[in-house]
């Protein structure tokens, strides 16, 4: 696990011991960072399921303006630290349960969502989100779950986009659309 470009671009991220947390695969992380291309720089990110940071981190490298890491599990929030030092990296780290911590959050621009798969977290994530409208006009949520799994229609302005199959796993594209097409 590596980080693939930008000022982090090459190191070798920590990984856990155990399989409780399940990093996001190299292949996968390069297709979320090629849909999200020119949605990075200077952006406002969550990555909410953190596990080891690898996705706010490699947001980071790319020039994110901010991220903030979620996780609950104490060895995942030491993992993310030490990440981020060995990156020369500089993040919000929280040691929070993801439901929580939406409930009092500001706003974001970007968040990744990747919780256990089957664990109905994915959905009350979604919700959360649009019930405090935490995600900025225009922003983008990129929700990994396993290839079975349907997104659920979301409440306008957000949406469901579209998806992406990478094997056993399937990147699920959300957003909000902005004012200015509200009004159209």
Known sequence: MRVITGSARGRRLKEPKNMDIRPTTDKVKESIFNILQFDIEGRRVLDLFAGTGQLGIEALSRGARSATFVDENNEAVKIIRENLEKCNLK????????????????????????PPYESGAMDAALRKIIQFDILSDGGIIICETDSETKIKPLDSPYFVGREYKYGKVKLTVCGKDTAESRKS
Do not use: T
């Open 91 to 114: 993040g919000e780290v929280v040691r929070e349960n993801a439901s929580a911590f939406l409930g009092h959050c500001g706003e974001y621009d970007v968040i990744f969502l990747d």
